[in-house]
């Protein structure tokens, strides 16, 4: 039955660009360390192969900051690999000054293996396995990140583990079957089953989404966010669809603001579980102070193209977004030609 349910899965659920956005090769003159040459080669980033549990062999890339007190653990959405994402890995690891992992599921990118349900979980262990044991991440430190079909393996992972820092939620699942059709009971089919699984989930967790959203609906986004044990303040984003809103100045200042509160909370507790996170006391943060905090210390790399806080700035005198460079101008054209992806 099992293997029914993944052949089930696979046929609605993944969508590898196809051929793979880039390829990762070893630099034998700097003792084999790889890289990917077709984004900016940084000495801040590692690039690295690791081993699933279910036998397959996944590409990963960390990106380190100099004075980062937090590590997020990237689940991209669908149709999307490495080579895609990885400026935007680069940029947020700058703007909320923390250390990033993103990682291809089975089938994605370079990784090998074909896509599945239970591979992407498997998948999304080793990632944290290896973030534990080669950087010495520790649970407290680590926030999960999930973007649309990531949602299924964060929400997993979110669920068994108890002492987490943050999780963001970005344009959910609430299941994939539900994606396609309105169901209120849970099949043995579908795939996923977040909505089963964000109630054991307990930490603080933002959800933002858009509320113009044309491949998962809104809803979804709303109802993960009531289930919640530790709701953080959500981010309904006015006219958002399902690969624009990076674009959105709301967005980085939300994400920015979510990082700083959770951090000064786990601080003030001294790692203690938190039973609730005040809403006043997160509307209390003053945007010129958060925006302080995450200012760029000038012996950063700068990033290869114009800055996020940058393109939000020019938003802002045209009070609409404006084309990005992030990872979904390739997306788009992808989803556009595949039809329902997410």
């Known amino acids: ?113 074909k896509p599945s ?85 307990r930490c603080p967790v933002l959800v933002i989404h858009g509320t113009a959203d044309e491949v998962v609906d809104c809803s979804h986004g709303k109802q993960l966010w009531e289930l919640c044990q530790e709701k953080y303040e959500p981010l309904w984003l006015s006219g958002g669809g399902h690969c624009n809103l990076e674009l959105y100045p709301e967005f980085i200042k939300h994400l920015k603001k979510f990082v700083l509160t959770i951090g000064k909370s786990k601080a003030a507790t001294n790692g203690s579980k938190k039973t609730a996170v005040d809403s006043d006391s997160q509307s209390k943060t003053s945007e010129s102070g958060t925006s302080d905090a995450f200012e760029l210390s000038t012996d950063l790399p700068e990033a290869s193209r114009n800055s996020l806080d940058s393109r939000l700035e020019k938003s802002k005198k045209t009070n609409k977004p404006e084309k990005s460079r992030m990872s979904t101008d390739h997306v788009d054209r992808f989803r556009r030609r595949k039809g329902l992806v997410w």
């Open 1 to 113: 039955m099992g293997g029914v349910t993944s052949s089930i899965a696979a046929k609605f659920a993944f969508f590898p660009p196809t051929p793979a956005s880039y390829v990762v090769v070893a630099d034998e003159s700097c003792g084999g360390r790889l890289y990917i040459p077709e984004v900016p080669r940084r000495d801040d980033v590692d690039v690295l192969k690791l081993r699933t549990r279910r036998g397959n062999e996944i590409v990963a890339v960390h990106v380190k900051h100099p004075k980062a007190t937090a590590t997020l653990l990237y689940s991209h959405g669908n149709a999307a690999d490495l080579g895609q994402m990885f400026e935007l890995f680069v940029e947020l690891s700058l703007r909320l000054r923390i250390n990033l992992m993103g990682y291809d599921y089975s089938g994605y990118g370079q990784s090998t293996g």
């Open 117 to 201: 349900e239970c591979n992407t979980y498997a998948d999304i262990d080793a990632v944290y396995k290896c973030l534990k044991e080669q950087y010495g991440v520790k649970d407290e430190q680590l926030i999960l990140y999930g973007q649309s079909v990531g949602s299924g393996p964060t929400i997993d992972l979110a669920s068994r583990v108890s002492n987490l820092r943050g999780v963001v939620l970005h344009s959910p699942i609430l299941s994939g079957l539900r994606v396609l059709y309105p169901v209120k009971r849970t099949y043995w089919f579908d795939i996923y089953k977040n909505i089963d699984k964000i109630g054991m989930v």
